[in-house]
């Protein structure tokens, strides 16, 4: 699954990041945000069988996932745009510098468990 979501992924936020404009109809936007969906579900589904094949006590390795996911997705609006509009991001192609970042990681997911 994982395999699927990270190009997935990466393909979805390019997609979002190039529509972005506001001459690019939100409905082609909108479709990007389909693929993002899909990919953070296969994301979080690979992730959460991985916890729960390699811990003993999988509840609490699922809980602990899901408290530190939840204090991100909190914490990062309190910062996000002081750092956009500091480092210079905050136009239109934020999304896609963004990406060009965080392409790399995304190729881990075909790297061989197997040395």
Request: hydrophobic share 50%; glycine share 6%.
């Amino acid at each position: 699954m994982t395999m699927i979501a990270g190009p997935l992924f990466i393909i979805s936020y390019f997609w979002l990041g190039w529509t972005s404009y506001s001459f690019v109809s939100p409905v082609v936007t909108a479709m990007a945000g389909l693929w993002y969906g899909a990919a953070c579900l296969f994301l979080f589904a690979g992730f959460f069988n991985y916890l729960t094949d390699c811990y003993y006590y999988a509840a609490s390795a699922l809980a602990a996932s899901t408290i530190t996911r939840s204090c991100f997705g909190a914490g990062f609006p309190l910062f996000t745009h002081a750092v956009q509009s500091r480092v210079l991001l905050a136009n239109e192609r934020c999304s896609t510098r963004l990406v060009y970042s965080g392409h790399v990681p995304c190729w881990h997911s075909f790297r061989s468990p197997w040395p």
